[in-house]
Nanobody, 116 residues
Framework: QVQLVESGGGLVQAGGSLRLSCAASGIIFSANAMAWYRQAPGRQRELVATITSGGSTNYADSAKGRFTVSRDNAKNTVYLEMNSLKPEDTAVYYC??????????WGQGTQVTVSS
């Protein structure tokens, strides 16, 4: 049974920081690429950042220079460090485990709210 459990969301003022965590179980964590997505009210879910099994990272333009994705394979956990947060970063943030082109798993999401 695969589980992805996000934590670390909350309410923060603009300019502040948050660190999201996603603990995975039921998959060979070290072998899989992981990603963070977000979905704001009334908008489609969008990719925020990815990290391969080898640790290579990629970011959406909106996240570059402010967000950092990392992973700890010993803890089966992926992180998203978010700095200089803006109100437009307000969304539910989801962790995703990419298994193959036709299979991936999602966490339940964690709410991030940035006040102006």
């Amino acid at each position: 049974q695969v589980q992805l459990v996000e934590s670390g969301g909350g309410l923060v003022q603009a300019g502040g920081s948050l660190r999201l965590s996603c603990a995975a179980s039921g998959i060979i964590f070290s072998a899989n690429a992981m990603a963070w997505y977000r979905q704001a009210p009334g908008r489609q879910r969008e990719l925020v950042a990815t990290i391969t099994s080898g640790g290579s990272t990629n970011y959406a333009d909106s996240a570059k220079g402010r967000f950092t994705v990392s992973r700890d394979n010993a803890k089966n956990t992926v992180y998203l460090e978010m700095n200089s947060l803006k109100p437009e970063d307000t969304a539910v943030y989801y962790c995703n485990a990419y298994i193959s082109a036709w299979k991936s798993y999602w966490g339940q999401g964690t709410q991030v709210t940035v006040s102006s």
